[in-house]
């Protein structure tokens, strides 16, 4: 293989890799500040466990984010630097102001988070967690603002020398996809967040152990309460931004609903085998008018085919198009656990139905499964474009040997498998633990007003 594949190959699974943390910890964080809030608020020891058990797993999870975000960073120099080259001006100030507004403002504060409880109190404690939970969600704003300004790159000047220079800041932070992107990605976090917490939970309920149930109810009845709001809002979010790349990247559209021909009432393909060589569906099952409304919001809308562009200007449809449909069906899974969850609370069964918790267990990876689904068709959909419509991909690497970025990516693949078996390993045996010794359970003492937190705890909790 050549030195573009290997190149791309590379960034795709440090990128991929490095994405599962943020996807994870932006979430916890805020779930963490959730359950530093119900504890000033009720002083009820069972927030108290479960903030003490999820900072401990945030601290392994970001540790693991940071680590891997470095080598991206790198990566954009050593083996992409005709695109850094071409794109500083323009993205450079992003990624600057994303270390200056957000890293030093996790770094100086997530020291109190992790081990100054006993040192500076629980007010200000609450006060670095929120700080830390705010840092994420800025991260994460600058991060995908830039990777967004790739995908609909606006308010800039190309140079003589190729370079592309902005001209208007926030034109390029506000960029078309932007809103759309930063809402999918950041709720994305806390859903799979929230079926993290669920499953742990429900592990918890399942093993029985008396010393953790009080704070498995609790955190089960919470997630779920979560998830049962915001699956049904991402779902939402994802139309809308489905509409926003009708309008700005057609081909990507098309090779993710495998649609070849141009044309207005177009069916919708539930299932196909993309055959881009000749051209046409294999196999296709589809519904009829139905791509048009679900697509268009229009019964006669109309719908680009990959026909209507040259093939070198056409993403690879397969991966574009079997990853939507996989990251569809996380989201229909995570949404009927989440319904299934009300309708058990209603009934008065959420804590006790064996193969509900089973399942929830099942349900940990989903959101995983749907963030790298997700990450596959925003990327390789926008190809063969690293700045979609102005930078082909093969014009942005770096003019260095196969062998080299060989070499690097066999070391990544082995460095980064035992980084995730070391994260396993310790994450699985806090689980195992539970939160029950972490801080003694004393008699619950309710202040007034605390009634609104107290409705989603178990009735019969310690």
Not at 14 to 35: D, E
Not at 138 to 151: D, E, G
Not at 324 to 332: H, L, T, W
């Amino acid at each position: 293989m050549d030195t573009l594949i290997l190149s791309r190959l590379q960034f795709a699974f440090t990128m991929g890799y490095h994405i599962l943390w943020p996807a994870f910890t932006i979430g916890l964080a805020w779930f963490i500040v959730f359950l530093g809030a119900a504890w000033l608020r009720t002083r009820n020891p069972v927030w108290k466990q479960l903030q003490l058990f999820w900072i401990r797993v945030f601290s392994l999870a970001f540790g693991m984010g940071v680590v891997t975000g470095v080598v991206i960073s790198y990566q954009l120099g050593l083996n992409w630097s005709a695109y850094a080259r071409a794109t500083a001006d323009v993205i450079g100030p992003l990624f600057v102001l994303e270390v200056l507004t957000a890293f030093f403002l996790e770094a100086g504060f997530i020291g109190i988070m992790l081990f100054g409880r006993d040192k500076v109190g629980d007010k200000i404690h609450f006060a670095a967690c929120v700080i830390v939970a705010t840092g994420t969600v800025i991260s994460a704003f600058w991060i995908i603002s830039a990777n967004s300004w790739m995908q609909t790159p606006t308010a800039f000047t190309a140079a003589s020398d190729g370079r592309f220079v902005a001209t208007d800041f926030w034109g390029v932070v506000f960029n078309p996809s932007m809103p759309y992107r930063f809402a999918h990605m950041v709720t994305a976090s806390f859903v799979t967040g929230s079926f993290v917490i669920a499953g742990v939970a429900a592990f918890w309920l399942r093993r029985g152990r008396p010393a953790d149930q009080g704070a498995a109810r609790a955190a089960f009845s919470a997630s779920l309460l979560l998830a049962a709001i915001l699956v049904p809002l991402q779902m939402e979010i994802g139309d809308q931004h489905g509409l926003n790349t009708r309008q700005h990247q057609p081909m990507k559209l098309a090779a993710i609903e495998g649609r070849w021909e141009t044309g207005k009432r177009v069916p919708l393909t539930l299932i196909a085998w993309p055959n881009q060589k000749e051209e046409r569906n294999d196999y296709a099952l589809e519904i009829p008018v139905l791509g048009s409304i679900i697509l268009t919001h229009s019964l006669d809308g109309e719908v680009k085919g990959l026909k209507s562009v040259p093939a070198a200007d056409r993403p690879p449809v397969p991966p574009v198009f079997f990853a939507f449909r996989i990251m569809v069906g996380c989201g229909v899974a995570m949404l009927a656990l989440a319904m299934t969850g009300l309708i058990l609370r209603w009934r008065g069964r959420l804590y006790d139905t064996r193969w509900y918790q089973y399942a929830c267990m099942a349900g940990v990876p989903l959101g995983f499964i749907a963030t790298l689904a997700g990450w596959m068709i925003t990327e390789v959909g926008r190809q063969p474009w690293v700045v979609y419509g102005y930078m082909r991909t093969a014009d942005a690497v770096s003019p260095i040997a196969g062998g080299a970025v060989a070499s690097s990516l066999g070391i990544a693949l082995i460095l980064y498998n035992l980084l995730l078996l070391g994260f396993l390993w310790y994450a699985g045996r806090m689980v195992f633990r539970g939160p029950g010794d972490l801080a003694p359970i004393p008699p619950v003492v309710r202040p007034v007003g605390a009634h609104n937190l107290a409705s989603i705890m178990p009735r019969n909790e310690p």
